[in-house]
Every structure is written in C-alpha cells, then in structure tokens.
C-alpha cells in the first residue's frame, strides 16, 4: 500500500496552476483527505470547481501569513507541499511583499508544520534560484545566483526548509521545478507565462512578442508530469534532506517556442517580433534530470510539441474569448513595470 492511501495532506497554494493539478494527483492516488491553504490573490475556485462534492477535499481560504489559516490547516495533516508563493514579475514591482510571502511565509509554515510533527514537508521552489546557467544541463550542485528578488526570496525558503531537516530532523524535501506549463496556466497580467501569453495572442491572429534575440532557452514540463513529480516526492523514501531539480532535460528556444505554437495554431505566416531584452531574463535553463530519476524512477511522459497543442485547444474550448482574454494580457517589458522598489 502507497503510504499516500488515506493519508492527510495539506497543498499551500493548491489553488494555483500547479498545485491544483497535484491536488487532483493526489485524490487520484487515494490520499484519504487533501486540503488546500490559499489566500486565492492568483488561484482561482475555477481550479477546484471538479472537486466540488468531493467529501474528500476542502478549500481553506486564508493567508500562509496568519498563524490560526496554518493551524486551522495543518491540524492532523501527516503530508505538506508548499507551493503558496508570489511570482517573479511580482517581485519586480513589490519585491518587499515578495519577500515576506516566499521566505517569511516559507519560514512560518516549516515552523507551523514542525510544532504539528508533520510526516513529510516537500518545499516547491524554482530553478530561478540558479540565475543565468553557468554550465548546462544544470545539475544540483549548480551555484545558487538569483537574478531577481523572487529567485533570491525562493532561495531562501529552501535554505529554511535544509535548516529545520538540519537542525530539527524534520523530513523536508526541496524540489525545482523548470518551466511548467498546461491547462490553467497563467496568460494573465503579471502571472503570464511566456507559452500561455503567446498561445493567446496568436489565437487573436497577432505576431508573438519575443524580448531579446528569441534564442534564450527553457526546460519545459508538463504540468501533469510535475504533479506526478510532486506527489511522488510526498512519499519516496530516501529523498528526506534532499534537494532535487525536476527537468526535462531537454531545452526550447522562445523562437522554437513560437513556431511550435505557430504550427498548433495553424498560423505559420505569424512569425515573432522582437522587443528589446528584459532585466532579469536568464539566458539559459535546462535541469539535469538524473538525481530525480535515480531517487524516484520519474519520467516525463508529455513531449512537448503535444502538450503545446493541447494546450491550444484548451484555450479554444475557453468560454472566454480570445479577445477578451487578449486584453487581459500584460505585454509589457518588465523595466516599465517595476517602477520604483
Ligand atoms: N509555473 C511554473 O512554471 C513554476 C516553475 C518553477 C517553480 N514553480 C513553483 O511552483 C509553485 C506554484 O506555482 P504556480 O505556477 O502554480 O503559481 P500560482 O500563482 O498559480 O500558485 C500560487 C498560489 O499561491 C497562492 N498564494 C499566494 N500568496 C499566498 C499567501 N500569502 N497565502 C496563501 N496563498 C497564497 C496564490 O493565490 C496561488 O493560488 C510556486 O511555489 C512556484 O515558485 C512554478
């Protein structure tokens, strides 16, 4: 029996892109209770609404911040992933608030979570807290040198999580994730991706934009294979203490990007038009996807040209129209955003 069968598990931000879909891994993989802690500020009831009538799932809305949501949340819970966070446009333009959501709400809930003698508590960072690949593919031992108060707050929560297996045996595990993408991802404000925001345009019959030469690159993941990632992750043996990164292995140019969203679109003829570069864009990102192989035996089973199309019909199949999504969409480049800090 999977030590996940009937066990209590809390997802932080389980109302997000990632960590809804996790959610539904985890009552496919016959957790007996999943509870979601988020202060729903970029997750959406939407993400959840297949899980209404779901005795097994409850909604807890309420801020990582205030300790009586993470009491109230983490009461007899035996498994914690902790995905609540600000994103990296964000910490752009409010790097202070970025940092007491990612680092000090990081720091609360491993403290939260310890004093409720939790069985497992898997941190979700980000492979932004790399920076620019010094060397590729980009292993564990990789430096640590973010290039954004979002990469640098992130990096903190992961030296938090290290600490309380250090120094209070707790059982933390540290996993990052490269890019993610699929259904519910972000196209909007300063949330979107680069993949959902291009997918929208190119609906709307305008060109990609592409900042810089379009040769920068991303390690890609289908965000059903990261949530089969993570609720491994919850349960693996021998990963206590770790700090794993879960990529692909295989790298996409944004201009491979673009055509492959050209090509699913069937829009060949709309070819990028190129912005300048944007402070903070990381030239190179590609995980090395071995430690997690040999911890977990995990294997991504999306390619992405696929999952680029199906996430295509998924915004066809919207009932929001293009257009109207088109106009949600922040185009802008991040130095006009970020104002003063
Ligand atoms: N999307 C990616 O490509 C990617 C890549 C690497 C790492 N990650 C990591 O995965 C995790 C999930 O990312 P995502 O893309 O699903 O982002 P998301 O914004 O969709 O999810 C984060 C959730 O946290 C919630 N939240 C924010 N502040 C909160 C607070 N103070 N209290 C409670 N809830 C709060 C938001 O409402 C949101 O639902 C994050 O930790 C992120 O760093 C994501």
Redesign the pocket.
């Known amino acids: 029996m999977s030590a996940l069968q009937g066990a209590t598990v809390l997802v932080?931000?389980?109302?997000?892109?990632?960590?809804s879909h996790l959610v539904d891994v985890l009552l496919d993989r016959g957790a007996g209770e999943v509870r979601v802690?988020?202060?729903?500020?970029?997750?959406?009831r939407r993400n959840l609404e297949d899980l209404d009538g779901d005795g097994r799932f409850a909604l807890l809305v309420?801020?990582?911040?205030d300790e009586d949501a993470r009491r109230a949340a983490l009461a007899g819970a035996e498994i914690v992933y902790?995905?609540?966070?600000?994103?990296v446009r964000h910490s752009l333009h409010d790097p202070v608030e970025n940092h007491r959501?990612n680092a000090e709400?990081t720091l609360a809930m491993l403290g939260s979570a310890r004093d409720n003698e939790v069985r497992r508590f898997v941190y979700?960072?980000?492979?932004?807290v790399f920076g620019t690949a010094q060397y590729a593919p980009m292993d564990e031992r990789h430096p640590t040198w973010p290039e954004t108060v979002y990469g640098g707050s992130?990096l903190a929560g992961e030296a938090y999580a290290r600490a309380f297996h250090r120094t209070y045996g707790m059982d933390s595990v540290v996993v990052?994730?490269?890019?993610?993408?699929g259904p519910r991802?972000?196209f909007e404000g300063d949330?979107g991706?680069v993949l959902p925001r291009t997918i929208v345009r190119l609906l709307a019959g305008h060109r990609p934009l592409v900042y810089g030469d379009g040769e920068q690159t991303r390690d890609f993941m289908h965000v059903s294979d990261t949530a089969s990632a993570l609720a491994m992750l919850g349960t693996s043996s021998g990963v206590a203490g770790q700090t794993i990164n879960l990529g692909s292995g295989t790298e996409v140019t944004i201009n491979e990007l673009c055509a492959a969203v050209a090509a699913a679109v069937g829009r060949p003829d709309l070819v990028p038009e190129h912005r300048d570069p944007r402070p903070g864009d990381v030239r190179r990102l590609l995980g090395d996807p071995s430690v997690m192989r040999s911890l977990t035996g995990f294997v991504p089973q999306v390619d992405f040209r696929e999952g680029v199309a199906e996430l295509v019909s998924w915004f066809r199949s919207s009932p929001v129209s293009t257009t109207d999504m088109l106009a949600r969409v922040e185009d802008v480049n991040w130095l006009a955003r970020a104002g003063t800090p």
């Open positions: 932080t931000g389980g109302a997000g892109f990632i960590g802690l988020d202060n729903l500020v970029n997750g959406t309420g801020d990582i911040r902790h995905l609540a966070c600000l994103g959501v709400g979700v960072s980000t492979s932004e992130k990052r994730p490269f890019n993610t993408y991802s972000h949330s991706e």
